[in-house]
């Protein structure tokens, strides 16, 4: 589903924020990223998201080298990704449901599928009762429901999660976490980049730790040991 | 704040195009009326005979790229023109005159010719001066010369004019879309990420730039359709003493035939050139 084969990101001017990273992920596979800062665990979500491009190596995503793609290319292989920010990044003029429905309608959906869709993936995050709602009237847990909620209503094969819980108390958190769970369930590859230890250590998934851009290891059901 | 500003800025420079471009249709218009007035003379060398003389006609009459009209006068037709114009109301005096069969002016046979465009009178006027048989040519060259100098300062001055302020409208126009950019950079960011295609993206900014450029083109040229007429009506009914000359001017729906397309087209495309080169750079997502 994803593979990365030897490759490195330099920034202008500075040591590599990944240096030489070869690793596969299986789909339906669920897998934390962890590390400190200046690991390269966000270099590697933008890589994947194609808003960077590797200085060397080639990444296959779905059979697809990200280093070929055309412009056109990219918006059509960003819709089989979904992607939840630390800090949720949702658009706070328009409610839930819009915000939902905003990643149909950028897709061009066509307005019954959204309809059916939006409330379908609002009530399996929880949220089916606060769809009117402003997201500035909700919780930072309900946030990322509502994130989550948008990351999924497109049925993405793959959903990154950058920092997921990075601005949530525990409980929220692990709510999060087991709703991230579940989706892998269902056949979605989902990719965590976490520094969130207590989670990491509690899930036993694969963990894939990085240091100054190199993976110091990649364990099946690993842990998150800071050295 | 910034789409008013564009509007306005569009307005004015849609509104100064449309003047320039109506005084410069009127200006065209009344040239041509005086260019068909000022001709060129051609006189022949004494004791010409007549199919040299028409030989000289036609060659004129080939240069239809220049000549509108080569009339022949001979010299008998010259010598009663004269006497009719000489003894204007004095009949008497007149049948005197052609009753003295000893014509004066036995050696002015003469082509009038007139040009379509004045500032080609003096290409005409040599290649006239080389034909055999020519041996004088007389022209209205200052005229012709001041006529295509004020049609020329004319053009000039309202090209440039325009120039300046489509440069003024564009930058104001990138500017509004810059902002529209700038304030909606977080929902464009999320857009790209969740797979907007460029021209989904781009479209409403491109749809806003069009759109301020049809209302900024719209509004001014609503403005002069009205004040057009009464500009026209105006000058006639307050300086009667050009009314034979202002009968020249064109009506308001001929200028407006032209106009019309041409500023509405102008400012949609004004709209579109400013917006989509904005967004094209702010797009990089």
Redesign the interface.
Known sequence: MITLDSVSKSYEKGKPAIHNISLHIDKGEFVFVVGDSGSGKSTLIKLLLKELNPSSGTIFVNGKILNKLTRRQISKYRRSLGVVFQDFRLLKDRNVYENVAFSQRVIEKPNWMIKKRVPEVLTLVGLADKYRSNPKELSGGEQQRVALARALVNRPKILLADEPTGNLDPKNSNEIMKMLEEISECGTTVLVVTHNKGIVNVMKKRVIHLRKGVIISDEKEGIYVEN | MFSLASIATMGACIFLFGLFFALNLNFTYIMKNVESNVGITVFFNEGLDQASIDTIGQEIRNRTDIVTKCNYVSADEAWESYIAEYFEGNTQAAEGFKANKDNPLKHSAHYEVYVNEIEKQNELVNYIKGLEGVRNINQSQQASETLSTINRLITTVSMLLIIILLAVSIFLISNTISVGVSVRK??I??????????T?VRLPFILEGILIGLVGAAIPLTALYFLYNQAIEYILTKFSVLQNFMNGLQPVNHVFQFLLPVGLILGMGIGFVGSFFTIRKHLK?
């Open positions: 977080e929902e960011g999320i857009m790209k990420l969740i797979g907007a295609t460029d989904f997502v």
